[in-house]
C-alpha cells in the first residue's frame, strides 16, 4: 500500500479486472438481503467493515498512520465517502445491475465539467463536446422520456457526481496523507455518521443477513484496496479501459442470476458513455496515490 513500485501494466490490469469482479459481487451480495434490513444498516457495515481491516493493518504494519494534522480535511473526505456510498448502494436497490453500473462512469464526465471550476483547467472545445455528447449517453442508457427520469437514475448520477468530488478530495489529500491513513478515516467518518440511523431502524437481523453484510462489506474494502495496488503498478493511460469490465460483469450477472437483460438503449448508452469517458479524460493528469 506504499512505496514506488516498478511499472507492471499486465499486473495492474490483473488487479483492476480482479477489482472489476469484486465490486460486481459486492452489490449483488446485497440483493440476497432480506426485505426486513433496514438500508442505514447496509451502510454501516460496509463503513465497519473498511474501518476495522484497514485499522487491523495499520495496527500491525505501522500505527503511526493512524494520525494525521490534516483531520478537518480527512472528515471531509469521509462525510463525502458517505453521501457517495448511500446514493451508491440506493441506486443498486432500485436499478437493474447493468444500468446502475454504467451510471458510475459517469464520473469521469463529471471530473471534466468541474476541473475548470476546481482546478482552473482548460479543458477545449473537443473534450467540452466529448463530455457532452457522453451525458447524452447517460440519457440514451437511463431511458429518460422528456424530463421522466427514474428516481433510481438520479441516486446513481448523484453518486457519480459526489465521487467525482472524492477525485478532487484524494488530489489534495495524496501531497501529504498515505492510502491507508485516508481509508481508516473514511472508515470511522462514515461509521459514526451511519450509526444514529443504523440503532434507530435496527432489527434483530438473522446470521444469514450479519454474513451477507459482512461478506459485503468486506467485498467492497476489498475492491477499494485493489484498484489502489493497480495504479500503484500500471500507468493510468495503459490501464484506462480495464474499468469499464464492470459493465460486463454486470450484464452477465444480471442476466445469468437474476434474470435481467439489458435493452439496445441502454447497450448503446453504454458504449456511448465508455467511449466519451476515455477520449474525455485521455490526456488528463492524474495524481499519484
Not at 457519480?160 to 496523507?177: D, G, H, K, M, Y
Request: hydrophobic share 55%; with cysteine; glycine share 8%.
Amino acid at each position: 500500500m506504499s512505496g514506488q513500485a516498478p511499472v507492471d501494466n499486465r499486473y495492474g490490469a490483473a488487479l483492476l479486472l480482479l477489482a472489476a469482479a469484486v465490486f460486481t459481487a459486492d452489490v449483488s451480495v446485497l440483493r440476497f438481503l432480506s426485505p426486513e434490513v433496514a438500508f442505514a444498516q447496509i451502510i454501516f457495515f460496509r463503513s465497519a467493515c473498511q474501518l476495522v481491516i484497514v485499522a487491523l493493518w495499520i495496527g500491525c504494519r505501522r500505527p503511526t498512520l493512524f494520525r494525521s494534522g490534516n483531520w478537518p480535511m480527512l472528515v471531509l473526505r469521509g462525510l463525502t465517502s458517505l453521501v457517495c456510498w448511500w446514493l451508491y448502494y440506493a441506486s443498486f436497490q432500485t436499478l437493474d445491475l447493468a444500468l446502475a453500473t454504467t451510471l458510475t462512469f459517469s464520473t469521469s464526465l463529471f471530473v471534466v465539467v468541474m476541473a475548470p471550476v476546481v482546478l482552473g483547467e482548460k479543458i477545449g472545445m473537443m473534450r467540452a463536446a466529448t463530455t457532452a455528447f457522453g451525458f447524452l449517453g447517460v440519457v440514451l442508457a437511463s431511458g429518460a422520456q422528456s424530463f421522466d427520469v427514474k428516481p433510481g437514475v438520479l441516486l446513481g448520477l448523484g453518486s457519480a457526481l459526489a465521487a467525482a468530488i472524492l477525485i478532487f478530495q484524494n488530489r489534495v489529500l495524496a501531497r501529504t496523507e498515505h492510502t491507508a491513513t485516508i481509508m481508516v478515516w473514511i472508515g470511522l467518518v462514515a461509521s459514526l455518521g451511519t450509526l444514529p440511523g443504523a440503532v434507530a431502524g435496527w432489527t434483530n437481523l438473522p446470521m444469514g443477513d450479519v454474513a451477507l453484510l459482512l461478506v459485503a462489506g468486506s467485498l467492497a474494502t476489498l475492491g477499494m484496496l485493489l484498484t489502489v495496488e493497480a495504479y500503484r503498478f500500471g500507468e493510468v493511460s495503459g490501464l484506462a479501459t480495464f474499468p469499464y469490465a464492470r459493465i460486463l460483469f454486470a450484464l452477465t450477472i444480471g442476466y445469468v442470476v437474476f434474470a435481467e437483460v439489458a435493452t439496445p438503449r441502454e447497450l448503446a448508452g453504454a458504449g456511448i458513455i465508455v467511449i466519451c469517458g476515455l477520449l474525455a479524460n485521455e490526456r488528463r493528469p492524474h495524481a499519484a496515490p
